[in-house]
């Protein structure tokens, strides 16, 4: 699964738009060395952002659990995401990356001190061609000792370590546990499966972020009259599952076409996934 390159960045910060990345954090800056940063991604193309007043509204949330206090409200981070949206193509195909981040404070980062900051870039959806996975040996944390909870920066070196042992053994993405040792989610992705002729995903334990692309693809297929099963999931019913798909903001749902040595058809329950997401997006 190739990552596209980013094209044109625009950056608000310090309450102004400016072309590019700007540098931000300085060296003292609580967030740059205790990592006091929450952030959210959402999709722009074609017109739309589909969610995307959730994503403001959950960065706002995930700035709480870290002790950030957002100078904004999440409907003005969604005015302001859609003011960098307007300022590309209409049909750009975009991330959109608000963030929010401590400059202050000792250990416990200061909130009075949180600042609010977004990136909006060109970003191609990748192609759904698919990709592969293999198990990692690498867990997700418990939300006893990490703040799983929250989209915090300080959870994605755990998720690169996963990532990079992967690619080291020639696959495109993980397969990361839990604590109890269930299967808990891709790296990066949130894991659906098709066992027994019925939609099956990790349930959302505390472990992994409840993603947003997630909750509306199971609401969609439930809609749609398929069963959707959120349970304790061991490795090894992967292994004999007939489909395996992801959702996440990044493709947004795509096929894993390989897990181990085990090839993997581009099912229809996949497939019905993504249409009725992308149906969903275009309404």
């Not at 049909?91 to 009075?112: I, K, N, T, W």
């Not at 269930?182 to 099956?200: C, I, R, S, T, W």
């Not at 085990?262 to 969903?280: D, I, K, S």
Request: aromatic residues 10%; contains cysteine.
């Amino acid at each position: 699964m190739a990552k596209a390159r980013a094209g044109k960045v625009i950056t608000y910060a310090d309450g102004r738009w400016r072309n590019g990345s700007p540098a931000i954090l300085s060296a003292k800056s609580h967030a740059m060395w205790l990592a006091s940063v929450a952030f959210d991604g959402a999709r722009a193309f074609g017109g739309v952002a589909p969610d995307l007043d959730r994503h403001c509204a959950r960065v706002v949330h995930s700035g709480a659990i870290l002790g950030l206090c957002s100078p904004l409200t999440p409907g003005e981070i969604e005015s302001l995401a859609w003011e960098g949206i307007h300022r590309f193509p209409d049909r750009a195909q975009l991330y959109v990356c608000p963030m929010l981040y401590a400059e202050s404070g000792f250990v416990v980062p200061d909130p009075q001190s949180t600042h609010f900051a977004m990136a909006v870039y060109e970003s191609p959806l990748p192609s759904d061609e698919g990709f592969s996975a293999c198990l990692s040996s690498f867990r997700r944390p418990a939300k006893d000792m990490a703040p799983t909870e929250a989209k915090a920066s300080c959870l994605y070196p755990n998720v690169a370590r996963a990532s990079r042992e992967a690619a080291s053994r020639g696959f495109d993405a993980a397969v990361v546990l839990d604590p109890n040792g269930n299967v808990a989610e891709f790296g990066y992705m949130n894991l659906f499966f098709v066992g027994d002729g019925v939609v099956q995903t990790p349930a959302a334990n505390g472990t992994f972020l409840n993603g947003i692309t997630r909750q509306r693809v199971i609401g969609l297929l439930r809609t749609a009259g398929v069963e959707v099963v959120e349970r304790a999931v061991d490795f090894a019913e992967l292994l004999a599952a007939t489909e395996v798909f992801a959702t996440g903001n990044y493709g947004k749902v795509l096929p894993c076409t390989r897990l181990e040595d085990r090839t993997l058809p581009v099912g229809p329950v996949y497939r019905q996934a993504r249409e009725l997401y992308f149906a969903f997006a275009a309404a």
